[in-house]
């Protein structure tokens, strides 16, 4: 009787340990061909999140395109959205098609968000930037243009634009860290 109970235990033990390898190996399988899936994945060990490029066509949900015009001094061209959420990338052309704008907003663990500013605007690189609320970062600028990087607790907003001075993408990120009551 004891044998029994024993390899009960033991077969039990391992059909747990198996169904827990299966399962993991499911989820590091890739998707079958033409199957599309959504995953977030959420680590806080202080990376930041990995870049976000346009997959759809705007308009940009948190950000007028007028506003982007009259703020960054140029004519917009298209306007082109990531798939970050929960507030997508936003992506503004020049009417020639370079790139004029970009603005990325990221919400998740403290760390990243840090993490994410200091890869985009870096300490030793920068200057000290900072908006009311008690969001600090920094601005860098140079001959390709300008960004202006704020975080607060688990959000961060990332503003590049083509222009050298980062007065424009510091406008843009007060508006929308006021917009999204971030």
């Not at 840090?114 to 690189?125: F, G, I, N, S, T």
């Not at 200057?127 to 008690?134: H, R």
Request: aromatic share 4%.
């Amino acid at each position: 009787m004891k044998n029994s109970v024993l390899t009960a235990v033991v077969v039990a033990g391992a059909a747990v340990a198996l169904a827990g390898c299966a399962s993991q190996d499911a989820q590091s399988q890739p998707d079958a061909p033409g199957t599309v899936t959504s995953t977030v994945i959420v680590h806080d060990d202080g990376a930041p999140p990995p870049p976000v490029e346009p997959v759809a066509d705007g308009p940009c949900p948190y950000l007028a395109s007028e506003l982007v015009e009259q703020v960054n001094g140029q004519r917009l061209g298209d306007v082109r959205v990531g798939d970050d959420e929960p507030h997508p990338s936003c992506f503004f052309s020049r009417p020639d098609g370079g790139d004029q704008l970009t603005v990325r907003v990221f919400v998740g663990e403290p760390q990243t968000a840090k993490a994410l500013v200091d890869e985009q605007a870096p300490v030793d690189a920068s200057q000290l930037a900072e908006v009311d609320g008690g969001w600090s970062g920094g601005r860098i600028s140079g001959d390709d243009g300008s960004v202006f990087a704020v975080y607060k607790e688990e959000a961060a907003v990332v503003v590049w634009t083509n222009q050298q001075q980062s007065f424009p993408a510091q406008t843009i990120a007060e508006t929308v860290i006021a917009d999204l009551a971030l």
